[in-house]
């Protein structure tokens, strides 16, 4: 079964605009990750926040975490080409001998146009 | 820089044939994980390892074997596959120290069983 739900399930805008992208889930986690796949490739961990954190940032990336609505957002400020790609929530629901059991939403596909 | 090495990338299956998916790791990582990757479906844990020696089920583990003899390989077997089972797969480790780590993805390998 699958723990987080993205939205927009698809994304398109001009490059310098912003990108959001929410993520929402259904049981409590410990903590909840974005990861970002090209076309082809294997998933890149972007950033992670914990369960007691609010928000992070990490370069042009700004992560949301609101526990008492289950949801998170991905902010991608002053998009570029190379920001087309996949972009997945994954959430840890718990953590078992000390490994992470990532559960994946079905992601977000951003198409960032020139 | 190899991070996590799957292989082989692609292959075709005839059914009931089998096969053993290599992935490897070079970051002394105590924590290894295989996926699959349906489309709508996001990515799906089949077994994970905690430690060399060790293994356990994920949430689609019917059809698949795992072997974890060295604390770098991590080895996902299809007895005798079935059609379903087409997907792409995906190795992923991670870190055991405390707190809480990203994943290191290899690139898949996509399978197709006819």
């Known amino acids: 079964s699958q723990q987080g739900e993205e939205d927009p399930q698809a994304l398109s805008i001009q490059e310098g605009e912003n990108a959001t992208m929410n993520c929402s889930y259904k049981?409590?986690?410990?903590?909840l990750q974005w990861y970002r796949q090209n076309s082809g490739r294997g998933l890149v961990h972007l950033i992670l926040?914990?369960?007691?954190?609010r928000e992070k940032h990490s370069g042009r990336l700004r992560v949301t975490l609101d526990t008492s609505k289950k949801s998170s957002s991905l902010l991608i400020t002053a998009s570029r080409a190379a920001d087309t790609a996949s972009y997945f929530c994954a959430t840890v629901p718990d953590i078992i001998q000390g490994a992470q059991k990532l559960v994946f939403g079905q992601g977000t596909r951003l198409t960032i146009n020139p | 820089n190899a991070g996590v090495t799957q292989t082989p990338k692609f292959r075709v299956l005839k059914t009931g044939q089998s096969m053993t998916l290599l992935c490897a790791q070079d970051?002394?990582?105590?924590?290894m994980y295989w996926y699959r990757q349906d489309p709508g479906m996001g990515l799906r844990l089949i077994h994970y390892?905690?430690?060399?020696?060790?293994?356990a089920k994920g949430e689609v583990p019917d059809g698949y074997n795992v072997s974890r003899l060295k604390k770098q390989n991590f080895l996902l077997g299809l007895e005798s596959a079935a059609p379903s089972q087409t997907s792409v797969y995906f190795c992923a480790s991670s870190y055991s120290g405390r707190g809480s780590y990203g994943y290191t993805f290899g690139s898949g390998t996509r399978l197709t069983v006819v």
């Open positions: 049981t409590s986690i410990n903590n």
């Open positions: 926040i914990r369960s007691n954190e």
């Open positions: 390892s905690v430690g060399e020696g060790t293994t």
């Open positions: 970051m002394n990582h105590e924590y």
